[in-house]
C-alpha cells in the first residue's frame, strides 16, 4: 500500500524539514483550496498528472498562475505536438496512490511512482513557500523550494527546475530541451484503459489536483532504477544483463562449434589429411582470439557493475 | 616549436583544421603533409610500429599497419620510458553533440581500446558535455543526457571496467581538477588562445574559458583517486588530428607549471561516403555509416552513395582499372578490413581492372555489417549502472595489471 499522509508527515518531521499544515474539508481544487488557505502566506500550485503515448507518466507541478501548455510541454519532451494528454483517473490510484484532486509532488514517495517524471516549475524557487497536499487532499502543508528539494533526493530523486512557461524553437538542429525527463526505466504497471481524463476544474485550466504549493521532484530520468531493461535492436538478441556463467560459457562454446564445423569438411580433409587438427586449432585461434576476449570482457565489466551496484548499497552494520 | 595558427586571414587560401572545422582547400582533399609540417607534429613511420610489436608481443593493430594513425608527438619518449618500466595512462575523449554515433567516431576507441590491452596500462575518458552545451546551445539537461548515451557505445568498444573511467565534465570539474585547470589558465594569455582557436570578440567568454578543461586531463594529479602517488606518471593522447591545437597549448603549458607534456597520436580523419571533399554531417544520414543501421541500411547506403573510383563503364574499367586515389569502399576497406593479404589482393586486382566496383561494394558491406552487428551486441549488454559504475569515482587498484 502506498504511504499515508500520516507517515508522509512523519518522514518530513526526521528529516528536519520546516513546514506548516493546515486541515480543512476536502477540496478538489485550486480556487477551493484557495478559500481555506489563500491567506496563509504560501503560494498556491497547480499539479498535473500526465501521460504520453508510451504509457509513462509525469507530472507537472507549478505555480497555480504558472502558465502550462501540454502541447508546448509534449514538444519539449521530444514528443511531438500532442504526445501528452491528462492522465486516466484510474492512474492516480495505480500509480500514484492518492485520490482524485490530489496530485502531489509527494507521491513520489511511493514504489509504484518510481517511474514517474517530475517537472518542477522554477518559479516554485521564488516562492518563500508553497503549498501542497501531503498525499491527501483534507490537509494542505507549506514549505519553502529548499525543503521540497531535502524530502526529494530523501527518495532517491535529483531535484531540478524548469522554466515551463518558456517556449523554445525544436526543430533539426534545435533538440527538445526537456528530453531528459523522459521516463528511461519500463514501465512495470499493466496497460490502463484508456478512460476518460481527470475532471476538469471549474476555470476551464486541466487540474488533476488542487494541489497548490508545490513541492515538486524532478526525476532525473536515468536516476536510481532498477530495472533497465535495454530495447533489442532490430532482431538482435539483447545480452544478458547480468553475469550469468552458465550463459557466458554457452556463448563461448557455441562460436567455437560453429567455426570448428566450418572448419572440418571433406575438402579441408583431403587437403590436410592428419595435420587437420594443427590447421584448425590454428584457425581458431586466429579468428576466434579477439571475439572471445571481447565476450569475456563483457562478463567481467557485468559483473564488475553488479558487485559496484551492491556495494553502494551496502548497509553497514548497526552498532 | 609550435607555429601560430592563422585562419581568419587564410580560410580561403588554404585548409581549415582546428576542433570546430575540417576543410580542405578548393574542395580538394586534406594535404596531410602540409598539416604535419603547418602543426609541427612528426610522421609516424613503420620503425614505430615495429617498436610496437616489439614491446607488445602481439601484432599491431590495423590502424598502425594501415597508416591510420600516422602522426605522433614524443610517442618516442613513452616507448623509452615504457621500455624502462615506467608505465604511462591514455586519455581520450568524445564531445556528445548527437546521440547517433557513426563509424568514423568509433575509430579513436577502437584504437584506444587496443591501446590498453596491448600495454595494460589504464584509461581516463572524457566526456565534454559542457563543450557541446556551449557550442552547439544545448541545454545543460540535453548535454548530460547525450554524455551518457554516447557513453554506452563508448563502453560497447570493449574497454575493462576495472582500468578505466569515464567521466563527465558537469560531473567532474572541480577540486584537483579545476586546480589545474585555474593552473593551466594563469599561463595562457588572451591573444593566445585567439591566435590558437580564432575566437573572436563575439564569442561568449564560456568558448574563451573551455580550452582548459580539454588540457589538464593530460596531467595524473588532476585525478586524485587514480594517481594519487604517481605524480610524474606520463600521458598518451589518441585523437583525430584537428584536436592537436589544445594539446599544442598543453604542451606549451606543461613544463611551466611542472608537469610532464602529453604525448599524442593522431589519426587522419575518416571520409564521407560520398568521397573525401564531402562533408560527413549529422543531418545527412547517408553521409556516413551509423552505429545503429541495420544491414539492409548498410548495404543501401555502401551501394547508392559510396563514392567509387570505378570507371564508367565494364570495358573502359577493365581497360583501365579503378581510380584507387578517391574509391571510398576501398579506402573504408583500409580503415577496417584486418587481412592484409585480402586488401592487398583486392587493391591489385581492382585497380588493374580485373575486379569490379560490385564485387568491393559486396565485401565492405560485409564487413561493415559484422562490425556494426558486433557493436550493437555489445552495446545491448551496457545497463544505466555499467554506465554509473564506470563514471564512479573509485578507485582502480588493478590499472596497470
Not at chain 2, 580523419?269 to 539492409?296: H, R
Request: with cysteine; proline share 5%; hydrophobic share 35%.
Amino acid at each position: 500500500m502506498g504511504s499515508s499522509k500520516d507517515q508522509l508527515l512523519v518522514r518530513l518531521k526526521e528529516l528536519q524539514i520546516d513546514f506548516s499544515q493546515y486541515e480543512h474539508p476536502v477540496v478538489l481544487t485550486v480556487e477551493a483550496q484557495a478559500k481555506y488557505v489563500g491567506n496563509k502566506g504560501g503560494a498556491l500550485s497547480k499539479n498535473l498528472f500526465l501521460k504520453d503515448k508510451k504509457h509513462r507518466y509525469y507530472i507537472v507541478s507549478a505555480l497555480a498562475d504558472t502558465k502550462v501548455d501540454l502541447k508546448v510541454l509534449s514538444q519539449r519532451l521530444g514528443l511531438g505536438k500532442g504526445g501528452l494528454r491528462m492522465a486516466p483517473e484510474q492512474a492516480l490510484g495505480e500509480i500514484l496512490q492518492v485520490p482524485l484532486g490530489c496530485v502531489t509532488p509527494f507521491a513520489v514517495v511511493n514504489e509504484s511512482a518510481r517511474h514517474v517524471s517530475l517537472l518542477l516549475d522554477q518559479g516554485i524557487k521564488t516562492q518563500e513557500r508553497c503549498f501542497f497536499h501531503p498525499l491527501s487532499n483534507d490537509i494542505s502543508i507549506s514549505l519553502d523550494a529548499h525543503g521540497l528539494d531535502k524530502f526529494l533526493k530523501s527518495t532517491g530523486r535529483d531535484p531540478s527546475y524548469v522554466d515551463l512557461e518558456a517556449n523554445p524553437p525544436v526543430g533539426k538542429d534545435q533538440p527538445p530541451d526537456l528530453a531528459a525527463f523522459i521516463p528511461s526505466g519500463s514501465t512495470v504497471l499493466p496497460d490502463l484503459p484508456d478512460e476518460a481524463p481527470a475532471s476538469q476544474d471549474s476555470t476551464g485550466n486541466h487540474v488533476s489536483a488542487g494541489t497548490k504549493s508545490a513541492a515538486v521532484i524532478a526525476v532525473k530520468p536515468s536516476g536510481n532504477v532498477q530495472n533497465v531493461k535495454e530495447k533489442p535492436v532490430n532482431g538482435a538478441r539483447p545480452s544478458i544483463p547480468s553475469a550469468d556463467a552458465g550463459k557466458f560459457v554457452e556463448e563461448l562454446l557455441d562460436k567455437t562449434s560453429t567455426l570448428l564445423l566450418s572448419e572440418i569438411s571433406e575438402d579441408s580433409i583431403k587437403q590436410h589429411g592428419g595435420q587437420l587438427g594443427t590447421e584448425v586449432v590454428n584457425n581458431i585461434q586466429k579468428c576466434l582470439r579477439e571475439d572471445l576476449k571481447n565476450l569475456a570482457t563483457i562478463f567481467k565489466n557485468t559483473a564488475y557493475t553488479e558487485g559496484f551496484y551492491a556495494g553502494i548499497h551496502y548497509q553497514p552494520k548497526r552498532l | 616549436m609550435e607555429k601560430k595558427e592563422d585562419q581568419q586571414l587564410q580560410q580561403e587560401e588554404e585548409q581549415v583544421v582546428n576542433p570546430w572545422e575540417v576543410s580542405a582547400k578548393d574542395g580538394g582533399k586534406i594535404d596531410y603533409d602540409k598539416l604535419i609540417d603547418k602543426f609541427g607534429c612528426q610522421r609516424l613511420d613503420q620503425s614505430f610500429v615495429d617498436r610496437v610489436q616489439r614491446l607488445t608481443s602481439r601484432p599491431p593493430h590495423v590502424f598502425l599497419r594501415r597508416g591510420v594513425f600516422f602522426a605522433h608527438r614524443d610517442l618516442n619518449e613513452i616507448l623509452d620510458a615504457y621500455e624502462r618500466g615506467d608505465k604511462f595512462y591514455l586519455y581520450t575523449g568524445r564531445g556528445p553533440s548527437s546521440e547517433a554515433l557513426h563509424l568514423g567516431h568509433l575509430i579513436p576507441f577502437m584504437f584506444t581500446k587496443y591501446l590498453q590491452d596491448a600495454f595494460k596500462v589504464p584509461l581516463v575518458i572524457q566526456l565534454t558535455d559542457d563543450e557541446k552545451c556551449m557550442w552547439k546551445n544545448l541545454s545543460v539537461e540535453e548535454s548530460q543526457r547525450l554524455a551518457r548515451e554516447n557513453a554506452k557505445d563508448i563502453i560497447a568498444c570493449g574497454f575493462d571496467i576495472s582500468k578505466t573511467f569515464i567521466f563527465s565534465d558537469f560531473d567532474y570539474v572541480g577540486g584537483a581538477f579545476y586546480k589545474n585547470m585555474v593552473k593551466v589558465a594563469k599561463c595562457v594569455t588572451y591573444n593566445k588562445v585567439v591566435g590558437i582557436f580564432g575566437f573572436t570578440g563575439e564569442d561568449h567568454i564560456g568558448k574563451v574559458s573551455f580550452p582548459p578543461v580539454q588540457a589538464v586531463p593530460s596531467f595524473p594529479s588532476s585525478f586524485p583517486h587514480l594517481f594519487s602517488s604517481k605524480d610524474d606518471l606520463r600521458c598518451l593522447i589518441p585523437c583525430a588530428i584537428d584536436q592537436d591545437p589544445y594539446f599544442r597549448m598543453t604542451r606549451d603549458v606543461a613544463p611551466r607549471i611542472g608537469y610532464h607534456k602529453p604525448a599524442l597520436i593522431e589519426s587522419l580523419f575518416f571520409p564521407a561516403l560520398q568521397g573525401e571533399t564531402g562533408k560527413m554531417s549529422a543531418s545527412d544520414p547517408n553521409s556516413a555509416i551509423y552505429v545503429t543501421d541495420s544491414a539492409k541500411d548498410i548495404k543501401f547506403k555502401v551501394n547508392k552513395h559510396a563514392f567509387t573510383g570505378g570507371q564508367e563503364s565494364i570495358e573502359k574499367h577493365r581497360q583501365y582499372g579503378a581510380n584507387l586515389e578517391v574509391d571510398i569502399p576501398i579506402k573504408y576497406l583500409n580503415f577496417f578490413l584486418e587481412d592484409d593479404a585480402e586488401l592487398e589482393h583486392i587493391k591489385k586486382e581492382y585497380g588493374a581492372g580485373r575486379m569490379l566496383t560490385g564485387e568491393v561494394k559486396k565485401r565492405l558491406i560485409e564487413v561493415l555489417t559484422e562490425l556494426v552487428e558486433r557493436h550493437r551486441r555489445a552495446r545491448a549488454a551496457v545497463t544505466d549502472e555499467m554506465v554509473d559504475a564506470f563514471m564512479a569515482v573509485r578507485p582502480l587498484p588493478n590499472m596497470f595489471d
